[in-house]
């Protein structure tokens, strides 16, 4: 049930009027959402609910051990009890097909099963499990560290981790942040109605009429059959996918975040135009931020202290990237990508350190190139995420054709995604404003007519492209 279907729609509309009528009772509005967020996660697959379920007791029970634990020692069991048994489903449904595969040369040539080696997997990875996997153990960890006490009951707890708008690819949310808003009774508002309705059309508009479009006339055509396009359809398919991925993702993040305010919870943003990043630190901390801030928080942090040396710091600073990396999935191309984000962000804390001893300042030409060589590499990078293999990769860098003509709604897509995502903040500020100060009615035309647009390109609408993680 994806959030550009009918269905959804269909199933927003009806929890919505469940979730107000009991809104000023706490069990029972808990319990309608918690529901209803079993119901859409079974709609992909109902066997995944035993997963979500599992981890929910789990470390429900955990970190109840952890705040009653009578000394350090079981404290530290109960930690590693949660981390053992989350890391390890996490492990085996996403990472070990790959982890024999990677093995089979030293384990033998026979065909690689699901007997093989007496290991069997499926390979259909449950939908979200990194998203929820990451948030169950923020949960515990913080508890260890005394930065949170333990949910008041088992529902408020099993609500934080199933929570529907955000489930399947975020943002990943705290519970210090998400249970703590349990408590406070929701309020029926027109500003918190507008806002919601605003940042889902958002949201549909970056999924159907960017991303979609760009998938379907630049993107997936040059990728299928790079020999038949020239060099400049190859790198316009580059910088086409890099929107298109920064589109679909940000576009979700919108329609989560309106989704959950619309039931008076408030979500943290995801995305703070990353292309306009003049480093590639920069851009870490300005897209998908729930992720590289929870690495940095439960992964960067623990591994370094202020004392240590710079080679231990840019260590620290590769372990980070490379799980990045690999958070998103399991392949070689994946372990590149970390591996090189890791890499040029090390190079440049050097530039950065010499640059401060030396007291230079940053001139405009400077920042200029500067954004160019950082946009340049994420465009790069992105080719790691898009293409299927080392070998394809290479293609679109030596297999070029005749002039193919790439259609007029492909060059249309990329030119406005461009304007879109590098429009000044004032234009974009007074546009939103313009659009909150409708009267209601108008503003719910407006996002029909929007659906209505979706609806009619809908006949090549791709699946959310971090679903997959």
Known sequence: MAFHTWKFGVFLALVLAMFWLVAKQRNRRT??????????????????????????ILDYHCGRWIAGAPNPKAKKRALYLSLIANLGLLSYFKYSKWGVELLQPVLGDGELTQSAYGLAWTDMVPVGISFYTFQTLSYTV????????????????????????????????????????LEIQPRFSRERLHDGLYRIGTGLVKKALLADILSQFLVDPIYA???????????????????????????????????????????DENFMAPYRSTS??????????SLSTWVRDYVFYPLSSARDKEWRVSLNIMITMIIIGLWHGASGLWLLYGTMQGVVVCAERAME??????????????????WCLTFSFVVLSCLFIRADSLDHIATLFTDFGPSTEIAIWGYVALAVSFFT???????????KRGVLALPTPALGMLLGLVIGIMMAVMSHSTAFIYFQF
Not at 33 to 52: P, T
Not at 154 to 175: C, E, H, K, S, T
Not at 238 to 257: E, K, L, N, P, R
Not at 356 to 369: C, E, F, G, N, Q
């Open 31 to 56: 319990a309608v959402l918690l529901c209803a967020s079993y119901f859409f996660y079974g709609s992909w697959e109902l066997w995944f609910l035993n997963l979500i379920v599992f981890s929910t």
């Open 142 to 181: 913080d508890i260890y560290r005394g930065r949170l006490k333990p949910a008041r009951n088992f529902w408020d707890f099993a609500l934080f981790v199933a929570f529907f708008p955000q489930l399947v690819a975020g943002p990943i949310v705290r519970a210090v942040t998400f249970l703590k808003q």
């Open 225 to 267: 059959a790079p020999d038949e396009y020239t060099a400049l359809a190859h790198g316009l398919a580059m910088v086409g996918f890099t929107f298109q991925i920064y589109f679909d993702f940000s576009g979700y993040s919108d329609i989560a975040i309106g989704t959950a305010r619309l039931f008076g919870f408030d979500l």
């Open 280 to 289: 590639v630190s920069e851009f870490w901390r300005r897209w998908h931020i």
């Open 353 to 370: 350190r010499r640059r401060r001893a030396a007291r230079r300042r940053i001139s405009r030409p400077v920042k200029a190139l500067a």
């Open 421 to 431: 995502h590098f429009q000044p903040d004032r234009l974009e500020a007074w546009l």
